[in-house]
């Protein structure tokens, strides 16, 4: 057994090695442009592509018999490397990934990768004394690795975004061959990669954009939740050797810091099969605890800084409306693809149920339309969602992998199947595989065009200014003599934080801040600060206030002076607030500064006698006061404006 499975490892590997440096070949060898109008057309291809490999998995089988695993494993290798193909074409000639660093959530994710990269623990990405918050492991390995390859940290997003692709199929081969026949692990593994859910529109102040790639982590464990699952159970029910329970563990492990969401998903449900039967219930009963208790000593890292953050804290993560979040999806609601297959799962289920996989497959399809229904109560209740389009994607990607599995188990001890006569049987089978095969096509079809030249990644090529982000760090750094990962920051810059390590005072957004920020008391420090009568007040709050000194502020010049946009939590969406200094609130004998584009920054001298920074940098350096507004003097009126638009939103997709 040992022997075959690190024979099939090799050659998947060697397979997948091999299609990946084909893959960039073909595509630079082309010059591919995602912009042209025959672009769209791979995704077909590459779905054809895709399905054709698996159906030679099952010709492989038939005639090979036992000797196919070795041929079945190149195959996955090949679809591994394959899978990655429509993204790595749509952002040929771009660095960027889908839809730049600069905008949506890859803010926020840009802002922890660039942070892992300064550091090996486990750090809140913005808030300097905190830990992390949001599931670290996919940030912290493309951290860890922009560190070691000497890289900028913002340019290692899009090889992991493309990279994980292939990951992800890969390993779900691996843990689907624990319960599956070799083509079926094969078809499963790809199936699931094909059929996940599509860009929905173009980005337009309400933006409904694809839950699947453009968020890799999240999707990465919606695509391998199924077959870690099925091979948990199995062995929880029926055990296995002690390097397979090992291997469950690590991956478990791996699931839960990587996206915990869905990873509760599976085990709430692995919990329910692992315990429904009466029969050794005792015995798997242990098993399961060993296999969970050990994945939670392994991750206890991290979420026992998390449970103590989340009870002393307030998340806001959830605290925002979408209206597909009042919705709840089963499969039969999505395109008609989806629910020709999604009616071809539940025969094949039907058929198959008593069979362990084909349980694990059914209880988590219903296991994500229960969280999704959860999600809409305590959304209505309470003013909270749980992020129910990321269980949408793990219901898809389920969907996809379901007849492969239920096929392999029509003939499994105990089925509904086996009390069908042979040929009644082998019609039903065909037919289930005649009408699921093209469904899988006709989605994977859909999903390569928006990989391809989809709204996201077209927006990849838009312009993104990193120069300015540049030049304030070098300022910076140079004034203060100190890295950025030891300097706290107010910015309107945010591409400071994007791509240099600082720790911000404020939050990209609010729904990206840490429990413990604290964002609302924070935006009141500035607001305070802002009010001051004398510059020395001023100064005095930014430097002694309880979440600790402010060692630069990067500000918007307006013609009253200079102002600082950011928000609080509110819901349905953030409220937006604007601060407004005042001229000369910033006391040039405390504060140097130098123009960039429309923004100034102001540095915090270390010392009085601080070494002025070179004159030779970007930017043009101002040390005296600016007339004092009259808007700000005039009596009864405050030099801070808070202007509130809770309404307001921002031109990206929602929120992780």
């Given at each position: ?597 429309p923004d100034t920054a102001f540095v915090r001298r270390q010392t009085a006698t601080a070494a ?45």
């Open positions: 057994m040992r022997s075959r499975f690190v024979g099939e490892a090799l050659v998947g590997a060697a397979a997948a090695a091999l299609t990946l440096l084909l893959v960039h070949a073909i595509v630079a060898a082309s010059n591919f442009d995602a912009r042209d109008d025959v672009a769209p057309g791979l995704g077909p291809v590459w779905a054809a592509a895709m399905v054709a490999l698996a159906l030679l998995g099952y010709v492989a089988q038939r005639r090979l018999g036992e000797r196919s695993g070795l041929v079945v494993a190149g195959l996955a290798g090949v679809a591994t490397g394959l899978a990655t193909l429509p993204l790595t074409a749509g952002l040929h000639g771009t660095p960027q990934p889908p839809f730049t660093i600069m905008r949506g959530d890859q803010q926020f994710r840009t802002e922890y990768i660039t942070r892992f990269a300064s550091t090996w623990h486990l750090d809140d990405y913005t808030f300097k004394g905190l830990h992390a918050f949001y599931p670290p492991a996919w940030f912290w390995l493309a951290g860890r690795t922009a560190n070691l390859l000497g890289s900028e940290p913002w340019r290692i997003v899009k090889p992991f975004t493309i990279g994980t692709i292939g990951v992800s199929l890969g390993l779900s081969f691996v843990l689907w061959r624990r319960v599956l026949s070799p083509a079926a692990a094969l078809a499963a593994a790809v199936g699931s990669a094909l059929v996940l859910t599509h860009q929905t529109g173009a980005l337009g102040l309400v933006a409904h954009s694809t839950q699947g790639w453009y968020s890799p982590y999240s999707c990465f464990v919606a695509v391998t939740g199924a077959a870690w699952l099925a091979a948990t159970l199995t062995w929880t029910l029926e055990g296995g050797t002690r390097r397979g329970a090992v291997l469950l563990i690590a991956v478990g492990a791996l699931l839960a810091l990587t996206y915990y969401l869905l990873f509760l998903i599976l085990v709430i449900v692995l919990i329910v099969l692992a315990l429904g039967p009466r029969v050794a219930r005792r015995v798997a009963a242990a098993r399961l605890g060993i296999a969970l208790g050990a994945i939670a000593a392994l991750t206890a890292v991290f979420w026992v800084p998390l449970a103590v953050s989340v009870l002393k804290g307030a998340a806001s993560q959830g605290h925002y409306l979408a209206p597909d979040f009042l919705n709840v999806s089963a499969g039969f609601d999505g395109p008609k693809a989806l629910v020709v297959l999604a009616v071809a799962v539940a025969a094949a289920l039907v058929l198959t149920w008593a069979w362990a996989a084909s349980r694990a497959v059914a209880g988590l399809l219903i296991g994500t339309v229960v969280y999704q229904l959860i999600s809409v109560t305590s959304l209505v209740f309470s003013e909270n969602q749980l992020q129910p389009h990321r269980a949408v994607t793990m219901l898809w990607a389920t969907l996809g992998a379901a007849v492969p599995v239920a096929l392999d188990g029509v003939r499994r001890e105990g089925v509904l199947a086996r009390a069908l006569p042979a040929a009644t049987l082998r019609g039903a089978a065909a037919l289930i595989a005649v009408v699921a095969v093209p469904a899988t096509f006709l989605l994977g079809a859909q999903q390569g065009k928006d990989l391809v030249s989809g709204p996201l990644t077209i927006g990849a090529r838009d312009p993104v200014d990193l120069k300015t982000a540049a030049q304030l760090n070098g300022y910076i750094t140079s004034v203060t003599g100190r890295r950025p990962d030891q300097l706290t920051i107010v910015t309107e810059a945010r591409g400071l934080l994007i791509t240099q390590p600082y720790f911000g005072f404020l939050g990209l957004s609010a729904r990206y801040s840490h429990p413990e920020a604290h964002q609302a008391a924070r935006v009141k420090v500035l607001e305070r600060a802002a009010d001051c009568a004398t510059p020395a007040c001023t100064t005095n709050l930014l430097e002694h206030n309880r979440f600790g000194p402010i060692d630069a502020l990067v500000l918007r010049r307006t013609p009253l002076g200079f102002e600082l946009t950011t928000q609080t939590d509110a819901f349905p969406a953030p409220r937006i607030v604007t601060i407004d200094f005042p001229p000369g609130r910033l006391d040039p004998a405390v504060w140097t500064s130098a123009r960039f584009g002025r920074p070179s004159s030779g940098r970007s930017g043009t350096r101002t040390h005296r006061p600016a007339p004092v507004s009259k808007r700000a003097g005039r009596p009864g009126r405050k030099a801070s404006s808070r202007r509130h638009r809770s309404r307001r939103r921002a031109r990206t997709p929602r929120s992780s």
